[in-house]
């Protein structure tokens, strides 16, 4: 639904959290710190009676968390999770 590109380069968009109406999404330029370019913000056109806007748009100096590292802590917590109910038993 929404594309971010600087110099034509296509950057990943990373979901953040989700609220009812809106979502709250990221996407990491800081590969792209010091250098001046475009920095582009597309939204798709109007999609199943469903139209996007974007909104506050910010920049944090904050580094996204990557899915990998998000994915090996839930399996991590799993993990945990799945020895302390075998331990109960």
């Not at 990373?14 to 709250?24: A, C, E």
Request: hydrophobic share 45%; proline share 8%.
């Amino acid at each position: 639904m929404f594309q971010v590109s600087f110099d034509g380069q296509r950057m990943p968009i990373i979901p953040l959290s989700g609220h009812g109406d809106y979502f709250l999404v990221g996407a990491d330029i800081s590969g792209f710190a010091g250098q001046t370019g475009e920095l582009k913000f597309l939204v798709a056109p109007q999609q199943f009676g469903v139209m996007g806007y974007l909104d506050n748009i910010q920049f944090s100096p904050e580094p996204l968390p990557e899915p990998s590292t998000l994915c090996l802590f839930g399996f991590g917590a799993l993990l945990l999770g799945w020895q302390f109910l075998c331990r109960r038993t």
